[in-house]
T-cell receptor, first 118, second 114 residues
Framework: AQKVTQAQTEISVVEKEDVTLDCVYE???????LFWYKQPPSGELVFLIR??????QNEISGRYSWNFQKSTSSFNFTITASQVVDSAVYFC???????????????FGKGTHLIIQP | ETGVTQTPRHLVMGMTNKKSLKCEQH?????MYWYKQSAKKPLELMFV???????ENNSVPSRFSPECPNSSHLFLHLHTLQPEDSALYLC?????????????FGEGSRLTVL
């Protein structure tokens, strides 16, 4: 069975600090997909990134970066120079290969509530 | 228009009431989903529709009844709910049926069962 663990329930940092959100996953599949979603106070989840299990290259998008390490089954998310607008709940999710990365197989972690203080 | 619209945004109902949640997507997607988000629990997938056909029912109690009349609309009919069903119900859509993980979510319908 697949499982996603986000051990950090809540993180609070001061604006401009860097912050890393941890995600550890479990799966028996060799083909799988990992995701990060952001949920601002308005409620809707916003897709941030999708990664397949064969691509371990780290990715950077502006102030966001992702570190995928199969050896430790982790897919951590770092925000550099955090801003108040980054305050949200962030979810890590996993989809196993049987669905080709399809959303029907998405398993979410419990989320990390990130608070950026001005 | 936002991509995925959910109505109502807030709903309070008694255990004997019958109500429905509505979801509409304006993205031309062909797959739609219902998720349940309870406090301190992971998002739970409830139902998946692909090209109007239900492809997944994640052991959801029969007091929740989905309906997908076309690829743009999805309903969740509620009947004889329990207080523990109080949660945020999120609708989502995706393109490419089962072959994409990028979900587009609505803002959710906050349900309170008294």
């Amino acid at each position: 069975a697949q499982k996603v663990t986000q051990a950090q329930t809540e993180i609070s940092v001061v604006e401009k600090e860097d912050v890393t959100l941890d995600c550890v996953y479990e799966t028996r599949d060799t083909t799988y997909y990992l995701f990060w979603y952001k949920q601002p106070p308005s409620g809707e989840l916003v897709f941030l990134i999708r990664r397949n299990s064969f691509d371990e290259q780290n990715e950077i998008s502006g102030r966001y970066s992702w570190n995928f390490q199969k050896s430790t089954s982790s897919f951590n998310f770092t925000i550099t120079a955090s801003q108040v607008v980054d305050s949200a709940v962030y979810f890590c999710a996993l989809s196993e290969g049987r669905s080709g990365g399809g959303a029907d197989g998405l398993t979410f972690g419990k989320g990390t509530h990130l608070i950026i203080q001005p | 228009e936002t991509g995925v619209t959910q109505t109502p945004r807030h709903l309070v109902m008694g255990m004997t009431n019958k109500k429905s949640l509505k979801c509409e997507q304006h993205l031309g997607h062909n797959a739609m989903y219902w998720y349940k988000q309870s406090a301190k629990k992971p998002l739970e997938l409830m139902f998946v529709y692909n090209f109007k056909e239900q492809t997944e029912n994640n052991s959801v109690p029969s007091r929740f009844s989905p309906e997908c009349p076309n690829s743009s609309h999805l309903f969740l009919h509620l009947h004889t709910l329990q207080p523990e069903d109080s949660a945020l119900y999120l609708c989502a859509s995706s393109q490419g049926g089962l072959r994409t993980g990028e979900l587009f979510f609505g803002e959710g319908s906050r349900l309170t069962v008294l």
